[in-house]
Structures are given as C-alpha cells and as structure tokens.
C-alpha cells in the first residue's frame, strides 16, 4: 500500500530565505507527482506536476524533483516571501488503474516578515 | 479554464439532520469525481470515487450508507451526509477530471466546511 510522508511537519523560516520540502513515497511505481499549496480553510492550488518520466519542474521561485527510484520528491522554494506561508501537500498517482491521489500529511510553512 | 465549485461553503446543521454538497465542474466534462475529508491539521483521505452514471467506488472504512453520493451528470456530483453527527464536522472537498485530462490531473474545488450542532 502507497505512502506518502512529509518532513518537516512545520517549518518557520525569516523572509528571504531559500528552503527545501521533502516528500516520501514507500512505492516507487507511480505515475506522477504533485505538489499543492493550501491556505488555512481553503481548497488545493496546484503548483507543481511531474510526470513519473521526469526530474524536475521549475514555476518562478518553486522548483520540484523527482526521484522515483529512491521514492523522493523535494520542493525548492526560492527567496521565500511571508505570502508563501501556507500547507504544502505532496501527492502522488499510483501506478495501478485507479489513478488515485495519495496525499501526504503536509508541511505547514511559516514565512516571518 | 478547469475550474471545479461546491456549494454551500459552509453549512451548519442539527445532529440527526442530513445535508447535501455540490460539486459542480463549471468549464469541462467530468467523468469522474473525487470526494474527501479533510479534519483540522491533517492531510486530505479520499473518501470515495464517482464515474458519472455509475455508482460510486467508497475507501475502505467509508460509511456508503451514511456518505451518499450521486455523479448523475456530467457537470454535477452531490455528497449526503445523512443523520449526521458532530464527528462529521469537518471540512469536504471535491475534484474532478475529464477523460480528456492530461496526466489524470484532478481539479479542486474550494471545499465546504461542514459543522453539526
């Protein structure tokens, strides 16, 4: 059964810093990766989505890698700005015929001005 | 273009009372629908999975008797939570995708935070 694991749980970083999300998945068979943002009591923004043939998706200062081989996804976010302040999730679409997401428990940022 | 709706955005409603959630896609066909449960601070569990005309797919340890879903149309899946209770206040969110979407990709909609009194 797929899992999806995000470290850290919750980070805090001063404005400008760069940072790095980590995502885990224990079944390497999948067929893509997404990254969403959520904002408190709000719905999924998508920003990110990498297909299983692919390394990495870039979108202004967010940038995405895959590793499907060791079951590892990062999210870079680059001169972080305290608007980036939100849940990230990570999903992934497993390789079975369902093509459902698996989400994991995300990681609450925290951008201080 | 994509965009998925659910009303109401919030409901309160009386235990033992049912409610009923929409989720329409506005700009694009949606064969299939996603519904799930999101509780404070935690990750989204998918609850179940609606092909339009068919009956819908529950997870393991879903209520179907207590989650109605209906995906009568190609534009609209309704969620009933019936006889409902404060351990279903939570917050629902809905997606969706055509066959026509690349990469499985599912759409959200804003999602409907539920409480019972």
């Known amino acids: 059964k797929q899992e999806v694991t995000q470290i850290p749980a919750a980070l805090s970083v001063p404005e400008g810093e760069n940072l790095v999300l980590n995502c885990s998945f224990t079944?390497?068979?999948?067929?893509?990766l997404q990254w969403f943002r959520q904002d408190p009591g709000k719905g999924l923004t998508s920003l990110l989505l990498?297909?299983?043939?692919?390394r990495e998706q870039t979108s202004g200062r967010l940038n995405a890698s895959l590793d499907k081989s060791s079951g590892r996804s990062t999210l870079y976010i680059a001169a972080s700005q305290p608007g980036d302040s939100a849940t990230y999730l990570c999903?992934?679409?497993?390789?079975?015929?369902?093509?459902?997401?698996?989400f994991g428990s995300g990681t609450r940022l925290l951008v201080r001005p | 273009g994509a965009v998925v709706s659910q009303h109401p955005s919030r409901v309160i409603c009386k235990s033992g009372t049912s409610v009923k959630i929409e989720c329409r896609s506005l700009?694009?066909?949606?064969?299939?629908m996603f519904w799930y449960r999101q509780f404070p601070k935690q990750s989204l569990m998918l609850m179940a999975t609606?092909?339009?005309?068919?009956?819908?797919?529950?997870e393991q340890g879903v209520e179907k008797d207590k989650f109605l879903i209906n995906h009568a149309s190609l534009t609209l899946s309704t969620l009933t939570v019936t006889s409902a209770h404060p351990e279903d206040s939570s917050f629902y969110i809905c997606?969706?995708?055509?066959?026509?979407?690349?990469?499985?990709?599912?759409?959200f909609g804003p999602g409907t935070r539920l409480t019972v009194t």
């Open positions: 079944d390497s068979a999948i067929y893509n």
């Open positions: 700009d694009f066909q949606a064969t299939t």
């Open positions: 609606s092909n339009e005309g068919s009956k819908a797919t529950y």
């Open positions: 997606s969706a995708r055509s066959m026509t979407t690349p990469y499985y990709e599912q759409y």
């Open positions: 990498i297909q299983s043939s692919q």
């Open positions: 999903a992934v679409i497993g390789g079975d015929s369902s093509y459902k997401l698996i």
